[in-house]
């Protein structure tokens, strides 16, 4: 699809986004917290746009991410659903960008949001932009720690859903309650009585 058809599809995407819908641009994978990790996994190199529904600029946007999408892996996140997500990256504003190279770095983008500004940011450009620190990095320890707090929450949240249907609502926080403060103690309290 190029030219006048992109332009028509993001037409479509902004009125179904107006009206509530969630839609991602042709060839634009939508990441959410629970398929973060197997999307970055599946592309050496991933844009990562997170946006607002509301925002008017990631709706202009919407082209230049179709066009992209056609020569390179793009992916977009709803930052307002996926809070957590985005505070792996320290999102501040929408929309915010970010190239993703091999799980390892991560650069953040704050240039012009035309499709030829970013197709020279994401074959060249991100070699003279400066890198996320580990510490800030969504794969550096803190962001992992993040990552493997949100996955923990996320499985006792299934969990609870599962055991919801068959024991009942109460009885399942009971059992996911007790078996979340059951770990707790294994990995936190205990250790430290042991090195204390």
Known sequence: MRGGGALWLAALCAALQASGVACAPAGVTEVTTRNFDEVTKA?????????APWCGHCKRLEPALSELAQSHDVAKADGTEHRVLAARFGVRGYPSLFLIKSRGDVYGYEGDRGAKALDAFIKSGHRTARRLSLLKSPFGPLGRAKGLCTALGLLAQ????????????YAAYAVVGTVALLLVIAVVVIPVLILA
Request: aromatic residues 10%.
């Open 43 to 51: 592309h050496d190199t991933l844009l990562l746009v997170f946006y």
């Open 158 to 169: 299934d969990q609870h859903a599962a055991l919801a249907t068959s024991i009942g609502e």
